[in-house]
């Protein structure tokens, strides 16, 4: 069974450009998370997807924003690079159970590690 | 923020049990912990998780004391592959679909030693 696949796994950007990274999460899997990690603040949550829909948010700026399509396969955006974006962006999936909720049991990809000069 | 406290570091020594404490002393009733560890270079990866009652599992045991204000993640027979950064986690209730996300500290860097 695939893991979590995330793309691009190595990036490099300047300053005041966008991007744009991608995760197809585990099959059947409909909850979708995203964290940047850094070895200041460590992991921290981006914001959550179910069923398309944002239903949590971590403490970033509007600069940072995702989505959630269809077949549950998730895009996060950073938009205006600034060099404090350089991190390792981690993107997991979960089961959900009645109601949506994910089980907590979170799989993680490999990461897509970004570098802002 | 985590509501969870850990010790930066600790060391095993290969083939004894590892046992990796964790204060939790602002928990609910109804907030679950979780255990994950992130080796070096990969996502972190789900170890278990517990409410109220010790759990076991292939990789670990998950002690939580009584009154829920800590629990220890005990690894039996650590090995070299063990070592990691351990990450204990109080899982904030999911109410009207809102919440229920898993918030890191900074978690335990756990060294296995031959």
């Known amino acids: 069974k695939a893991g979590v696949t995330q793309t691009p796994r190595y990036l490099i950007k300047t300053r005041g450009q966008q991007v744009t990274l991608s995760c197809s999460p585990i099959s059947g899997h409909r909850s979708v998370s995203w964290y940047q990690q850094t070895p200041g603040q460590g992991l921290q949550f981006l914001f959550e997807?179910?069923?398309?829909?944002?239903?949590n948010k971590g403490n970033f700026p509007g600069r940072f924003s995702g989505r959630q399509f269809s077949n549950s396969r998730s895009e996060m955006n950073v938009s205006t690079l600034e060099l404090g974006d350089s991190a390792l962006y981690l993107c997991?999936?979960?089961?959900?159970?009645?109601?949506?909720?994910?089980?907590?049991?979170?799989?993680f990809g490999e990461g897509s590690r970004l570098t802002v000069l | 923020d985590a509501k969870t406290t850990q010790p930066t570091s600790m060391d095993c020594a290969e083939g004894r049990a590892a046992n990796l404490p964790c204060n939790h002393s602002?928990?609910?009733?109804?907030?679950?912990v979780y255990w994950y560890r992130q080796i070096h270079s990969q996502g972190p990866q789900y170890i278990i998780h517990?409410?109220?009652n010790n759990e076991t599992n292939e990789m670990a045991s998950l002690i939580i004391t009584e009154d829920r204000k800590s629990s220890t993640l005990i690894l039996p027979h650590a090995t070299l592959r063990d070592t990691a950064v351990y990450y204990c986690i109080v899982r904030e209730p999911m109410i009207y679909n809102q919440g229920g996300k898993l918030i890191f500290g900074q978690g335990t860097e756990l060294s296995v030693k031959p």
């Open positions: 602002t928990i609910s009733g109804n907030e679950y």
């Open positions: 517990g409410l109220k």
């Open positions: 997807y179910f069923s398309e829909t944002q239903r």
């Open positions: 997991a999936s979960s089961w959900t159970i009645a109601g949506g909720m994910n089980t907590g049991e979170l799989f």
